[in-house]
Nanobody, 124 residues
Framework: QVQLVESGGGLVQAGGSLRHACAAT????????MGWFRQAPGKEREFVAT????????YYADSVKGRFTISRDNAGNTAYLQMNSLKPEDTAEYYC?????????????????WGQGTQVTVSS
């Protein structure tokens, strides 16, 4: 089992940047594909980005493509989501998630482990 601890949310003006980190416990971080999802008030949780175990496969939601970058440091047991050119519509609670011994996935139900979530608020 893995535990995910997130950091890096906050309040930023439109056009600004934030970087999320998702630190995982255990020594098998490299066996987990990682994903980021977000949930705005009154809306369903939606896919943002995913990265495979080795980092060679990455997918993004169309809404963040070109602005967000997902990466991972397997030696440091941490995944990252760099968010640039933020927009007010990016305001949401952001969650990282992990799935074991499987590839990258855009499906929310493909992930067994979830972080606690971090709030991102983008002001106009």
């Amino acid at each position: 089992q893995v535990q995910l601890v997130e950091s890096g949310g906050g309040l930023v003006q439109a056009g600004g940047s934030l970087r999320h980190a998702c630190a995982a416990t255990g020594r098998t971080f490299g066996s987990y594909a990682m994903g980021w999802f977000r949930q705005a008030p009154g809306k369903e949780r939606e896919f943002v980005a995913t990265i495979s175990r080795s980092g060679d496969t990455i997918y993004y939601a169309d809404s963040v493509k070109g602005r967000f970058t997902i990466s991972r440091d397997n030696a440091g047991n941490t995944a990252y989501l760099q968010m640039n050119s933020l927009k007010p519509e990016d305001t949401a609670e952001y969650y990282c998630a992990a799935r074991t011994r499987l590839g990258a996935s855009i499906r929310l139900d493909g992930y067994a482990y979830w972080g606690q979530g971090t709030q991102v608020t983008v002001s106009s």
